[in-house]
């Protein structure tokens, strides 16, 4: 298994462009999720999605879209880049069930925006 | 917001000393657990613990969890050099979201 995949590694992007961050998953894992980390800041929710088809917010979800058309992907997307929103971002999955909510991290996207 | 908040931010040991680490939390809770986080790299699961445990192990890993105090500590024993790592403490209100938040970690450097 792969696990969780995330690409591109590195973006940079000028104010006002768009874009798509890929994350993928291959352990049929229900729930996904996508954050955002800052300096001294942790990690904090920008959307997640519970099956294919029902996503929700987070803490952060502003400037962001997402959408999950299979079990697979969760792509996340950048409508309008803003400096604000240079982090590293990072995508997990997990599995509902007896053993708990553990989360699997992909190895993250680090965004400048210019 | 931010539901977690970790106690101390920065933490430096010598190898085979003693490493506690202490999160605090606003809300109610289903389960906490511990991630470690690399240099550069993504998250990685240590222990969950539910509401209803006080206490649980992993190898050399200790969690406590007081739900009348809303905190959780993290204690790792024997520390070694590759125990250098940020480590973050996550809430989720619920089994079936996995929606969690995080706290801000603690930054823990072993020197050897």
């Known amino acids: 298994n792969a696990g969780v995949t995330q690409t591109p590694k590195f973006q940079v992007l000028k104010t006002g462009q768009s874009m798509t961050l890929q994350c993928a998953q291959d352990?049929?894992?229900?729930?996904m999720s996508w954050y955002r980390q800052d300096p001294g800041m942790g990690l904090r929710l920008i959307h997640y999605s519970v099956g294919a088809g029902i996503t929700d917010q987070g803490e952060v979800p502003n400037g962001y879209n997402v959408s999950r058309s299979t079990t697979e992907d969760f792509p996340l997307r950048l409508l309008s880049a803003a400096p604000s929103q240079t982090s590293v971002y990072f995508c997990?999955?997990?599995?509902?069930?007896?053993?708990?909510?553990?989360?699997?991290f992909g190895p993250g996207t680090r965004l400048t925006v210019t | 917001s931010q539901q977690g908040e970790e106690d101390p931010q920065a933490l430096s040991i010598q190898e085979g000393e003693n490493a506690t680490m202490n999160c605090s939390y606003k809300?109610?809770?289903?389960?906490l657990q511990w991630y470690r986080q690399n240099s550069g790299r993504g998250l990685v699961h240590l222990i969950l613990?539910?509401?209803?445990?006080r206490e649980k192990h992993s190898g050399r890993l200790r969690v406590t969890l007081d739900t009348s105090k809303k905190s959780s500590s993290l204690l790792i024993t024997a520390s070694r050099a590759a125990d250098t790592a940020s480590y973050f403490c996550a809430t989720g209100r619920s089994s079936n979201t996995g929606k969690l938040i995080f706290g801000q970690g603690t930054t823990l450097q072993v020197k050897p």
């Open positions: 613990i539910r509401s209803n445990e």
């Open positions: 997990a999955s997990s599995s509902p069930g007896g053993t708990g909510a553990e989360q699997y």
């Open positions: 809300t109610s809770i289903n389960n």
């Open positions: 352990m049929n894992h229900e729930y």
